[in-house]
C-alpha cells in the first residue's frame, strides 16, 4: 500500500495526527489495540535493524562493493515496507537499482538522504510508542 492510499485508509484515521511521513501499519494499530507491548518491540527491532544495515550500506560505497549496496538496501526496503515507512522503502529500492548502472561513490548523497529520512521516521515511531 502507498503512502498516499495508507494515508487515506481508516487505519490512518485511527493514527495520531503527529507521525508526519509514517502512518502506522494495520498490523501495528491491532497490536497496540491488544496491549501486548509486540508493537513496541517490533517498532525497536526495525529501528535497531536499520541502522545497522545502514552501516552497511555506508561500507558497501567505500569498499565498492555494489552486491552488498544492492543486499542491504533490498532487505531495509523489505522490512521499510512491513513497518509502514514508505518513503524509506522507496528510497532503498532507488538506490537498489542505481547499483546496477551507477558508479556507487556517486550513490553516497542519495543515501544520506536515506538515512536523514530514517531518522525522521524514528521520531514519528517514538512520538507514537509514547501516545501509545
Given amino acids: ?27 501495528l494499530l491491532e497490536l497496540a ?8 518491540e517490533l517498532i525497536e527491532a526495525f529501528k535497531t535493524d536499520t541502522a545497522i544495515r545502514l552501516g552497511r550500506l555506508r561500507h558497501a560505497i567505500t569498499s565498492a562493493d555494489a552486491a552488498q549496496l ?5 532487505t531495509i526496503k523489505g522490512s521499510a515496507w512491513q513497518m509502514g515507512a514508505d518513503s ?5 529500492q532507488e538506490i537498489e537499482l542505481a547499483a546496477c548502472h551507477t558508479p556507487l561513490a556517486q550513490l553516497e548523497e542519495r543515501v ?14 517514538a512520538s507514537y510508542s509514547n501516545q501509545t
Fill in 1 to 27: 500500500m502507498s503512502g498516499e492510499s495508507r494515508a487515506n485508509s481508516p487505519v490512518a484515521e485511527q493514527a495520531p495526527e503527529c507521525l508526519r511521513g509514517w502512518t502506522p501499519p494495520r498490523l
Fill in 88 to 92: 524509506v522503502a522507496s528510497m532503498c
Fill in 112 to 125: 544520506d538522504r536515506l538515512e536523514a529520512r530514517f531518522v525522521e521516521v524514528c521520531r514519528a515511531m
Fill in 33 to 40: 489495540a491488544n496491549a501486548s507491548g509486540l508493537e513496541a
Fill in 70 to 74: 544492492r543486499r542491504e538496501a533490498h
